[in-house]
Each structure stands twice: as C-alpha cells, then as structure tokens.
C-alpha cells in the first residue's frame, strides 16, 4: 500500500513561559545529601486546601487539594501540577481553561483528579446501570479558542463527564455532558501521554479535540461512556497521533476521526493501539436503532482521513469502519475521505459469530488488506466486494493474540453484548503478549507518522513521539510502547 506522510495545516503559537521557577532541591534520609530532580512552577504557588475560582500558578508536588466550584484559568495564565498533587473533586464542577494547563507526574508519583474514597465496581458481575463509573461525579477539563495548550504527563483522571451548569468556553454548553479533555483552538495543542482514564459518560469522548495538533500517547483507558462517546474523538482540522493506547469497554468506539462535514480535515495517525470489547453499551443503552452500524473500534467518517496501522482489535463490535455511503441502516451519515485513507496490518479476534461477521463491516467501505490478521482471503468469497455480508465462522475464536493475562477465548453463549460490556476495566489483567503471540514481529514500521509543531519540552509540549512498533498492539516486546 502507497504509504504518505499527514501534514498538519495548524499553526501553533507556543506560549513562552516568562515566569518558570524551579522548586528548591531536597536532602535524602539516609545521611547523604543527593538533589532531586528540580520541578518546574509557574508564577506563584497554589495554597493546598480549598480551591475555587480564578486560579492561576502551581499545585505543589504531593500535595492535596479540594475542588469546591469550578475553576477558571483566565487568557495568558497557566495553571500547573507537580507530581504527586492529588486534586479531589467535591462536586460536579470543572476546570474552565481560558488560558493553558500543565499536568506532570512521575510513573511512580503521578497526579491524581479523582473522588475521594470512591471505590470502583471493577467485576463481570456488575449491572454497568449501577456502576460509578458512569454516574459522571463532576465535569472536565474545558479549553477555550484562546488555550494555547493542554498537557497531561502521568496523570490519572477518574469519574468525568458531569454535566455543565454555566458553561464558559467555547465547546462546553449549559446541560451539555463534559468530556474529561475538550479543546477548540486551532492554533494551539493537547499533549497528553502515559496517562490513565477512568469513567466518563457522553461527552463526545474522554478526549474531544475539535481544533489544533495533538500527541495522545500510551494511555489507558477504561469504562469510557454510557450510552454514547468514545476514548478519543478528533476532528474539525487536528492534526496528531493517537498510538499505544489500551482502550478498554469504550461505549462507541476506541478512536473517531471525524471532520464534522467542515472544510478543514482530519490527518490522523492511528497505530499500534489495542482495543477491546467496544461498541456495546451505546448498542444496549443508547438504542438499538440509533446505533446500528456504529461503534467498534476505529470509525473514520465526516470528511477525516487517516493513516491506521498495527492496532489489535479484539472482541469489539465492530471492526475498522470506513464511511462510504450517505445513509447506514436508517441513519445518515457522512462519508470519509476515502481517497486519503491508508490502513493494513490490523489485528482482529473475535470470540463470536456477530463479531466477526463485522471484521469488514457490511455497508461499509472498508477495504481488506492482505497484511490484516486473519488474512482476509481464507474467508472472505471468492469475488467478495465491499460493504457485502459473508459468513464469518471459520476465524471465531481464531488467531489467539495470547495476551499474558487475559482469558481468551471467551465463552459467549450467554450473549456477546451483555458479557462484553462489563468486561471494560483493566484491573486484574495483563494485555502484554505472551511468547509466541502470533502480533510479535507483525507490525508496519515503514510509515511516516503525522507531523506536528507540538515543540519537546518536558512540561509544555511532547516528551516524545514513539515510532511505530515491529510488534502489533500497544506493548511492544522490546519495552517500548505503553509502559504504564
């Protein structure tokens, strides 16, 4: 496949910080005196204790903080979080960006926006109805058409997607439920890598870019939407690369890429995720109706292009989805991009019938690619065109990806949508792959990713862009890739 390069059409204003400060060195307890490594602050520091309103500056490393109404972070400042801060939501407020937002913690000391003392129903047994996890406890993060940037290093964010009382910026409306992560300014960027999402309701998605570049890297995600929204959404002239996340029981889907029908287009660079169990919920929850034909894994529609490689998709609902048609089964669509859309050497297991029925999604426009796994050709008819029905038996339950710790494959007679469904978390398991997975050593390295100008900074832009991996999926044999 004629590989290409996505170029970003967004010119980035990187906001100079005029008033960094570096926190004072400490002492060890052992006698010996070492430095630690020195944490950046912005203006001055935010007291620990309640906190609400205007606010601008730093949230001091491991220190703890009550959000107690919403906050707002007027144009031209910044707020930032050290590692180890620990903000508890009182309620359903959020965080109202005018200006720019900083997060970094430390693999061993990260940042935490969460509800204190609220446990997680992390079992198959539990009615997802009842589950916290979708109860939406308090808002999000809202960027504004003058945010220059939104960066997320190490952070777990948990229980999002209240709904919004007074909204205050562009994006965010009264009654409208919250993304964990919106942004709106095309000059402007959200880095967000090595991270952790946990809950949401219908925002759009846990991450809703709707302008601007991004990097949204090595995360994971768990338990993202009710009865709609998916883990990541880009569209509406973002330019990025969404890669070697770990989406787990997304309500739609894992990744959309959606321009909105708008004359500025996506240039997406999906690879080397690993997707699971997807595009249940809004099937149970949201009506079946309004969500025939949608939600699985990856859907590209509304005018976005992509480049999509290496991403394992396992037990969703539906595979690689290309809008190619007006109106799918009663609802009316927007048709891709076709032209500039490149995808191969995907991975797809399915555990039941009406799964892999949908690897190429009847209707549809996507393409089977003799690199995909299974190969296409040893089920697929002779003379099969796009968009038709086949007949799916002869890879269920094939081509075991052989995760560490997770049992596949799943005995689904009791029904594929109810038992996937609740199978959304991460806890208890293990998605690295085993010796002899038939993903190690799969994977396409010989494609660009997108270009962006998202500067390498520590604090204020990407730390770095991992390059495609050999292996297929989110973790790579070699260590690199996800490492959360």
């Keep these: ?186 000059n402007g960027f959200v880095d967000v890598e090595d991270s952790w999402f946990y809950g949401c309701i219908d925002g759009g998605a846990a991450i809703e870019n709707k302008a601007g570049n991004y990097n949204i890297m090595r995360n994971i995600f768990e338990k993202v939407g009710n009865v709609g929204s998916e ?48 595009g249940y919920r809004r099937y149970l929850y949201g009506g079946a109706g309004n969500a025939m034909g949608r939600g699985g894994s990856i859907d590209i529609e509304q005018n976005g292009k992509a480049l999509i490689y290496n991403n394992l998709l396992v037990n969703d609902r539906i595979g690689l989805r290309v809008v190619g048609t007006g109106n799918y089964q009663g609802n009316a669509l927007v048709v891709a991009d076709t032209a500039h859309c490149y995808y191969g050497y995907n991975y797809n297991y399915g555990d039941s019938l009406v799964i892999t029925d949908q690897f190429y999604p009847p209707g549809l426009l996507t393409k089977p690619m003799s690199t995909d796994i299974p190969t296409p050709s040893n089920y697929l008819p002779a003379g099969y065109t796009l968009g038709a029905d086949y007949d799916g038996t002869s890879v269920v339950s094939a081509g075991n990806p052989k995760f560490v710790n ?9 029904g594929a949508y109810a038992t996937l469904d609740r199978l959304a978390y991460v806890s208890g398991f293990d998605f690295h792959l085993a010796s002899g997975s038939p993903a190690i050593g799969k994977g396409n390295t010989s494609f660009t990713v997108a270009k962006t100008k998202i500067p390498i900074d520590p604090s204020f832009g990407a730390t770095a862009v991992t390059p495609p991996g050999t292996d297929i999926g989110c973790y790579q044999t070699n260590g690199s890739g996800l490492g959360n």
Excluded at 109 to 125: E, I, L, M
Excluded at 241 to 264: D, E, F, Q, R
Aim: charged share 10%; net charge neutral; proline share 4%.
């Design 1 to 186: 496949m004629k590989q290409r390069d996505l170029k970003g059409n967004a010119l980035l204003v990187y906001a100079g910080m005029t008033c960094l400060l570096f926190a004072a060195a400490s002492c060890s307890k052992s006698g010996g005196s070492t430095v630690s490594q020195a944490q950046r602050q912005v203006a001055n520091a935010v007291k620990p204790g309640n906190v609400s309103g205007t606010v601008k500056g730093t949230f001091l490393q491991d220190s703890t903080y009550f959000v107690t109404g919403d906050i707002v972070v007027n144009k031209g400042d910044t707020i930032l979080f050290q590692p180890g801060a620990k903000i508890y939501m009182t309620g359903n407020y959020n965080f109202f960006l005018h200006g720019n937002l900083s997060s970094v913690g430390t693999k061993t000391d990260p940042v935490w926006f969460t509800v204190q003392n609220q446990q997680k129903f992390d079992n198959p047994s539990e009615d997802p109805l009842q589950d916290p996890a979708y109860k939406g406890f308090w808002g999000g993060f809202h960027g504004d058409s003058t945010t220059s940037f939104i960066v997320f290093k190490y952070t777990h964010i948990e229980f999002t997607g209240g709904i919004v009382g007074t909204a205050q910026t562009v994006g965010s409306k009264n009654g409208g439920y919250s993304p964990a992560i919106g942004f709106f300014n095309i």
């Design 231 to 278: 883990c990541v959404e880009v569209a509406s002239g973002t330019t990025g690369n969404i890669a070697y996340n770990l989406m787990m029981g997304s309500c739609t889907n894992g990744v959309k890429v959606s321009s909105n029908g708008t004359t500025y287009q996506d240039s997406a660079c999906v690879y080397n995720n690993t997707i699971l169990n997807s």
């Design 406 to 414: 997770y049992p596949l494959p799943i005995n689904l007679s009791a």
